[in-house]
């Protein structure tokens, strides 16, 4: 097999891409696919969520890698950096990451770092789903640089802002540059409350701006504080409270994204 790459982005923070990764994965998973799930984030909430709670202290992790190509040493071996979680297999990250954007600055092929440590898993995995942190930096441009896609993540506020025409952009310049393959799988809306804006309306919204060539997922992820209590519990809510309208929510949305 050779995984599929996706990429998780949003430069805004908050807007649900841990959430949603922890989420695709589980559900992915739970349909017997060998998943990886990567945490492409310094603040390492992804590997707090899957239940590490001093990311700094693990030996091995996602920033350790990265360093290993840059100084062009030998990859650590899978076992060391691979961790199973359950259903789920993850590599971790910690705050160290944060000082490989710089160590990438000199660096040859830099923005090639990630993509050659996921080939070296890619045949193990039906799909590798990578955490983006809220920028939209030379990390971000490693994980663009590594996917087959992007799932963007969006709050409805968000939609509007001008945030997103810059991601879409950035993600059209990688198309362009370095990953012609490279799809946008879509939007999907998250902390969704009716109150806010009518479903048609945020369709109509990015019809109006980017034409119909983006895709909005039908399937939008309602906000409620059981969120944050599944995180708590180191579990997604598909997991932790299968019946929840969250869960419900992203379960729906993973088979519409695998239509
Ligand atoms: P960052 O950019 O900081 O990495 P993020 O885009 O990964 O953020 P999450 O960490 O998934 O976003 O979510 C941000 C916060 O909102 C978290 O505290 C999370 O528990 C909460 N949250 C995520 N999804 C929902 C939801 N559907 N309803 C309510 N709260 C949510
Ligand atoms: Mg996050």
């Known amino acids: 097999m050779s995984g599929k790459v996706i990429a998780i982005a949003n ?7 841990t959430t949603t990764t922890m989420n695709l994965g589980y559900a992915l998973a739970e349909q017997g696919k060998k998943v990886l799930l990567i945490d492409f ?15 700094e202290e693990l030996d091995t992790t996602i920033y350790h890698l990265m360093m290993a190509v840059i100084e062009e040493k030998e990859l650590q071996s899978k076992e060391q950096f691979i961790i199973s979680n359950g259903k789920l297999d993850f590599i971790p990250c910690s705050i160290e990451l944060s000082a490989v ?21 890619k045949d193990d995995y039906d799909y590798i789903i990578i955490d983006c ?23 409805p506020q968000y939609l509007s802002a001008k945030g997103l ?10 198309k362009r540059r370095i990953n012609p393959s490279i799809e946008i799988d879509g939007i999907l809306i998250t902390m969704f409350t009716e109150r806010t804006i009518l479903s048609k309306e945020i369709v109509n919204l990015i ?20 969120v944050g209590e599944s995180n708590l519990k180191n579990k ?19 088979e519409e994204y695998l239509r």
Do not use: W
């Open 133 to 155: 942190m809220p920028s939209l930096g030379m990390l971000t441009i490693n994980a663009l640089v590594a996917c087959n896609s992007v799932l963007i993540t969006a709050t």
């Open 236 to 254: 997604s809510i598909i997991e932790y409270q299968p019946g929840h309208k969250v869960a419900v929510a992203y379960t729906k949305f993973v």
């Open 207 to 226: 019809d109006e701006a980017y034409g119909k060539q983006i895709k909005v997922f039908e399937n939008k992820i309602p906000a409620s504080v059981k």
């Open 101 to 121: 954007e710089v160590n990438l600055v000199n660096a040859m092929s830099r923005e090639l770092t990630l993509k050659s440590i996921i080939q070296e898993v």
């Open 165 to 174: 025409e810059l991601l879409l952009k950035t993600i059209l310049k990688v």
């Open 11 to 17: 430069q805004k923070g908050g807007v649900g891409k």
């Open 41 to 55: 984030d310094p603040q390492s909430n992804l590997t707090m969520c899957m239940g590490i709670d001093r990311p």
